[in-house]
């Protein structure tokens, strides 16, 4: 059968190839995803204890991080916590005891880490690995990095935590942790005293730092907890700044933590489940959009073997045995079809796995059993329709007919139907596609409130020591080549660290919002390119612009200057930036003057909404902070050398921890970038398919039709007639099939921009746009075919056989 059609052998080999191929590579980006965290034992009694805030003008904001204040008490409250511990990544100067220190992140944790993740080790022993505040257990990647090899139990390590350098002692080597897990520590190290006395987060009940997990004995525990959570914060949670009903706290599952954790605070961490789902749906629809290739062309194909089907009826075959013949030789076709499906997997999983940021790899133990199900189950349901047909013709009619049967209407139909379907996919998710890499490109481009561009930002260490060397650092910045200006602020770009607090109108008691507090030093305007609306900047030479100290007062009242931004405006309920200007707000004895309204800025990601802020000016120190640099004109990596250089100057023994603004704020939609790509790359493949399957059609329909052509030329129809009607009749299933790929793209993609907070509009330009590519694609795969036979000669037509 192969030999004697080898184009309509092709067409359906490299369809279902390829079909095949997107099938399995998205399967195991599915797979990939859906698995996280599966493989750690007691992965489904793990629970991430969270924060649930809901305060006044922000609404309800669901917290990853948690208080640890609420640590001691949780344990002696719930028996039913088996194990427990909180994690606290921090960015820490680590060595080898003698060479130079090297930035790395290093999770502090309590002593029961390994009762509640339960990783594999190389070396040692988890039961007491971390007994002693003087022992660290680290991972096989940092054991090399920092000593060269893995074998690094016993040896000395070198932790430098704010300006504490902390000497300690490798007693285990624990696995690399795979990618496909929530908590992928590099180092941990116990809690230090001297931190937990630091730390408010230790203190205060509205201070969060880290994150709390918890291990029950039995899923009904964890409910139990839950359900308890509310009594539990009324009765235990003591901070007067925390007002009754702003707080309260809920467990977090660990399996579900990968695709929940997506809205939590500005998108930072998780996937999103939606997006997951449609490439699964995308991958099977590929698979039955090349299985509708296969049905189409063999149904079209049937009556070519009208003839030997009559011959084996009336040599006695039965018609059971001709739809066993045929089924089984739809699964021998597919046998090559997976073979070559699953190369083109195993070629484009570097590909993918580069343009979707995954780690996904073949496993051919857990792909072949499934594949050969996949084989058996395409080959069936791809072969039993053309089966049937075949099976189904009556010898004696087929041996005294001078051409081979079609199939009539109701086959021409079935196959309209099937391109109708093929299409619409084809085309909806082509829609999906555009309105997805249009609001990446829309992200990298969108308006932030700030000029990101050349913008440069130097953390600053917590510790008392870095604080008092602020000035200096800002200083020798500033005097680096071609910077314009340096700021310092506590916020920046990309950064959860923020402190709220209530402020009250005094016009109107009624209305006191919630307010994220941002301190920022001299030139922050000309740093970050700010927008002023209404009023005015901070100026010096206005005695109260300038707030003597980086805190607010609570003790004895005063009058400090503010400029808010426009969502400040409508949280404190003013009808417009003007009639801000001059309003008084204060928070407890203390009194803010709104000097002036600037436009909304957006340090996080675009599916986080802006929160309500104001601005304090101060020339005090600002704990937690980091340096901004404006510097244009000079090319990114030889700035970040000089201010590097500058760096040493000050502090020569703390790690430079330096990044651009745009590269960092990349990270937000670089996810929506590479999953554009991803799904360009299948919206390819399906148009392929489908167009595939057309050309075959028409190929066999202009065959079949030589001798209608040439009876409707010899009556006086024209090329051009005869050209419209065959186009016509070709392009009427494609056309059709925006009826279906319209209504589900607009559907699936009004709800994927809803959960951004800046989008594009749903234009219709991306539908008209696809579906004109898709008429013209359609048009030249069958205009070779359709020319052909229109030009034939009527002569030659009706001599045709």
């Known amino acids: 059968m192969l030999s004697r059609h080898r184009l309509y052998a092709a067409l359906n080999i490299v369809g279902l190839g390829l079909g095949i191929a997107v099938f399995v590579v998205l399967s195991l980006v599915v797979r990939f995803e859906y698995g996280f965290d599966r493989r750690l034992p007691n992965a489904a009694l ?66 029961a880490f390994f009762d509640v993740f339960a990783l594999p080790m190389r070396d040692g022993d988890a039961r007491d690995a971390l007994a002693a505040p003087d022992r660290v257990a680290i991972s096989e990647s940092t054991a090399r990095r920092l000593f060269g090899t893995v074998d690094a139990r016993g040896r000395q390590v070198g932790i430098t935590n704010d300006d504490r350098r902390t000497l300690y002692t ?29 730390t408010l987060a230790f203190r205060h009940w509205g201070s969060s730092s880290g994150a709390t997990w918890l291990r029950f004995r039995a899923a009904a525990d964890a409910r139990a907890v839950d359900a308890g959570l509310p009594d539990f914060v009324h009765r235990r949670m003591a901070d007067p700044e925390v007002k009754p009903g702003w707080f309260n706290m809920t467990l977090s599952p660990l399996l579900d933590t990968h695709f929940g954790d997506l809205h939590n605070f500005g998108g930072e961490s998780g996937s999103d489940r939606r997006v997951i789902d449609a490439l699964g749906l995308v991958g099977l629809l590929a698979l039955v959009a090349a299985v509708i290739n296969y049905v189409n062309l063999a149904t079209a194909r049937a009556g070519l073997r009208a003839r030997e089907v009559a011959l084996r009826k009336v040599l006695g075959a039965t018609r059971p045995q001709l739809v066993a013949q045929f089924l089984a030789e739809s699964v021998v076709l597919l046998v090559p079809c997976a073979v070559l499906g699953v190369a083109l997997a195993e070629l484009a999983l570097p590909f993918v796995n580069a343009m979707g940021g995954w780690a996904v790899a073949i496993d051919y133990a857990w792909l072949l059993p499934r594949m050969a199900l996949v084989v ?54 082509a829609i999906c596609t555009l309105v997805v890499n249009a609001q990446a490109a829309f992200l990298r481009t969108a308006d932030r409130g700030f000029r990101q561009d050349h913008l440069f930002l130097v953390s600053l260490e917590t510790s008392d020591r870095m604080q008092g060397r602020q000035q200096a650092v800002m200083d020798a910045m500033r005097a680096v080549p071609g910077v314009d200006a340096v700021t310092l602020s506590d916020r920046q770009p990309r950064s959860n660290n923020q402190s709220n607090s209530d402020f009250r109108r005094t016009d109107r008691p009624s209305v006191d919002p919630m307010l994220t507090i941002e301190k920022i030093g001299r030139n922050y305007r000309q740093a970050y390119g700010v927008t ?64 002036g309204v600037v436009r909304d800025v957006r340090f996080m990601s675009a599916r986080a909404p802006v929160t309500p802020q104001l601005y304090l000016r101060t020339d005090a120190v600002i704990p937690f902070s980091v340096v901004a640099v404006r510097a244009d004109g000079v090319a990114p990596d030889a700035m970040m050398r000089r ?131 898709a008429a013209a694609l359609s048009l030249l795969t069958i205009l070779g075919q359709t020319v052909r036979v229109a030009r034939a000669e009527p002569a030659k037509a009706l001599r045709h056989e």
């Not at 100067?93 to 090297?102: E, I, K, L």
């Not at 349901?381 to 041996?399: I, N």
């Not at 003790?555 to 001059?582: C, M, W, Y």
């Not at 809803?754 to 989008?759: E, L, S, Y």
Request: hydrophobic share 50%.
């Open 170 to 198: 490798v007693s285990a080597v624990f696995r690399d942790v795979p990618p496909d897990m929530t908590v992928r520590p590099d180092i941990l190290a116990v809690f230090p005293q001297d931190m937990k006395d630091r």
């Open 532 to 595: 002023l609306v209404a009023g005015r900047w901070f100026d010096a030479a206005h005695g109260q612009d300038v707030a003597p100290t980086a805190q607010i007062d609570d003790n004895k009242p005063t009058t400090t200057s503010i400029v808010i931004n426009e969502r400040a405006v409508q949280a404190l309920d003013f009808p417009d930036a003007a009639s801000a200007l001059g309003q008084v707000l204060t928070e407890r004895q203390a009194r803010f003057v709104i000097i």
């Open 376 to 429: 058996l189950l395409v080959g069936v349901a791809a072969g039993l329709y053309p089966a049937l047909v075949l099976s189904g013709y009556r010898p004696a009619a087929v041996l005294a007919a001078s051409r081979a049967p079609s199939g009539g209407r109701m086959g021409q139909r079935l196959r309209n139907v099937l391109v109708v379907a093929q299409f619409g996919f084809a085309i909806a998710f």
């Open 643 to 773: 201010l590097q250089a500058a760096w040493r100057t000050i502090a020569p023994d703390m790690p430079f921890v330096g990044e651009a603004a745009d590269g960092r704020l990349a990270n937000y939609y670089r996810p929506d970038q590479q999953r554009g790509r991803l799904f360009t790359l299948g919206a390819g493949v399906a148009i392929v398919i489908a167009c595939l399957g057309l050309y075959g059609l028409s190929s066999f329909s202009a065959a079949r039709r030589v001798h209608e052509i040439g009876i409707r030329k010899t009556l006086g129809a024209s090329t051009r007639d005869v050209l419209g009607l065959l186009v016509g009749q070709f392009l009427r299933p494609v056309l059709l099939a925006n009826l279906i790929a319209w209504p589900v793209a607009w559907m699936a993609m009004r709800g994927w921009l809803a959960g951004f907070d800046q989008r594009i509009a749903l234009s219709p330009s991306a539908f008209v746009v696809v579906s004109v590519a």
């Open 46 to 111: 793990i629970d991430r204890l969270d924060e649930i805030w809901t305060l006044p003008g922000e609404g309800r904001t669901h917290s990853m991080f948690s208080t640890f204040a609420a640590y001691d008490p949780l344990r002696a409250d719930f028996p039913q916590i088996a194990a427990a511990t909180r994690i606290d990544d921090n960015r820490c100067a680590v060595d080898d005891g003698r060479g130079q220190p090297a930035t790395m992140s290093v999770s502090f944790v309590d002593p």
